[in-house]
């Protein structure tokens, strides 16, 4: 039987050996409670140090600044809801972000805690900076904007964003917190934090091939946020409750190995199996769309919509043939409703629902792609030939 191809790396990527390894000793022998003055507690929180620092020397902080979290969904809502008071503040952000973005802000909203201008996006699916500027309030605190979107796989302007926020503040008085949720760019983009001039950036584990469930906010330094989980005062107070301390030692193996030199060479391989799949794509399916700017995109993202047939039905027939794939956001995935990317680039609902995500990984190869086309063309060409 024919291997199982996995093609949805940006959902979730399987744990790498070298990261299961670093993993075990904290899952067996080395179990004791970080926050525990004895030898069992130091060697614990010692992994978790070693971890933090990994995560610092990543993003070019220092080690205070990082605050691990049990997902970069918490990450995301402590950087938005961290930010509301009494007194109202606005929150500018984009249309096309997570719903782990979205969410928050329109729980805030609705609960009279602070306003929220939602930025567009052009066509390719980027973000203007000029747009986020004219956005600017007098009583504006946050601006979110994310690194690389998780369903089309745009790269947005974040370091011309920081860059314009860094001016703005040099006149304001309270100043406004930049963060981005880099969740999808670590893998391929460079995640300095001066570089992109961010206050606040969110991070995630299993999707660099660490374990699920750890995540991470990057919190600059007089960057004032309060927590969402209050206790026992872990991660200096800013999120209680005893660390997940495999998981965190995880989560830092993975995230060096993200810089591993064979591993960064890699990239240029799967951009090229990228680059060979979208170019048959166009080649050998009629009537085929590609979503998002192909110039400023992740290196492993083909988001493509074929006209008159339903992402989520090609999903289950791909699946049905040993292939994962996605339509490109398992919320709307789930509810069965048009992606909301896909519509704030001006698609129709119709089109929108007809988007199919493929994202590879480290474990794709070139035989994975020629056999993936082979099957592709074959069932878009059956599921149009059953609608008419
Ligand atoms: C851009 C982005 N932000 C946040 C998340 C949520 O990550 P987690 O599963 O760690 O909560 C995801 C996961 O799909 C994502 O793609």
Do not use: W
Not at 48 to 76: H, K, M, Q, Y
Not at 343 to 349: C, I, K, P
């Amino acid at each position: 039987m024919r291997k199982k191809i996995y093609l949805d790396y940006a959902s979730t990527t399987p744990l790498d050996k070298d990261v299961l390894r670093a993993m075990l000793p904290y899952m067996k022998g080395e179990y004791g409670n970080p926050s525990s003055s004895h030898v069992f507690g130091q060697r614990a929180m010692a992994g978790v140090d070693n971890a933090r620092s990994i995560v610092a020397g990543f993003l070019g902080c220092e080690l205070e600044e990082v605050v691990f979290t049990g997902s970069a969904t918490e990450a995301d809502n402590m950087a938005i809801r961290g930010v509301a008071d009494k007194e109202k503040p606005h929150v500018i952000t984009s249309v096309i972000e997570h719903e782990a973005v979205l969410a928050p802000c329109q729980e805030l909203e609705a609960q009279g805690l602070a306003t929220v201008t939602y930025i567009g996006v052009d066509e390719d699916g980027i973000v203007n900076v000029k747009d986020v500027e004219n956005a600017i309030k007098k009583n504006t605190v946050l601006v979110s904007i994310m690194y690389a979107n998780s369903e089309i796989g745009t790269v947005q302007p974040i370091a011309e964003i920081g860059r314009m926020l860094k001016k703005v503040n040099t006149k304001r008085t309270r100043k406004i917190l930049f963060h981005t949720d880099a969740v999808q760019a670590v893998n391929y983009l460079d995640c300095n934090v001066d570089l992109l001039s961010v206050d606040l950036l969110t991070l995630s584990s299993h999707k660099i091939y660490g374990p699920k469930g750890v995540g991470a906010l990057y919190i600059r330094s007089g960057a004032e946020i309060d927590p969402l989980v209050i206790g026992g005062g872990q991660e200096k107070g800013m999120r209680s409750g005893t660390e997940n301390v495999a998981g965190i030692v995880g989560f830092g193996a993975a995230l060096l190995k993200v810089q591993d030199p064979k591993i960064k060479l890699h990239r240029i391989k799967i951009r090229q199996m990228r680059d060979a799949l979208i170019k048959s794509i166009l080649k050998l399916i009629p009537e085929v769309q590609v979503n998002g700017s192909l110039k400023n995109r992740l290196a492993n993202n083909v988001n493509v919509s074929f006209k008159d047939v339903e992402g989520f039905e090609v999903v289950v027939a791909l699946d049905q043939r040993g292939i994962a794939v996605s339509t490109g956001s398992a919320c709307s995935e789930r509810r069965h409703e048009p992606s909301h990317v896909l519509l704030a680039l001006g698609r129709s609902g119709k089109d929108a629902m007809s988007s199919l995500r493929m994202t590879l990984g480290r474990g794709t190869d070139r035989q994975d792609i020629e056999h993936v086309m082979r099957i592709l063309t074959k069932t878009v060409e059956r599921l149009r030939k059953k609608r008419v």
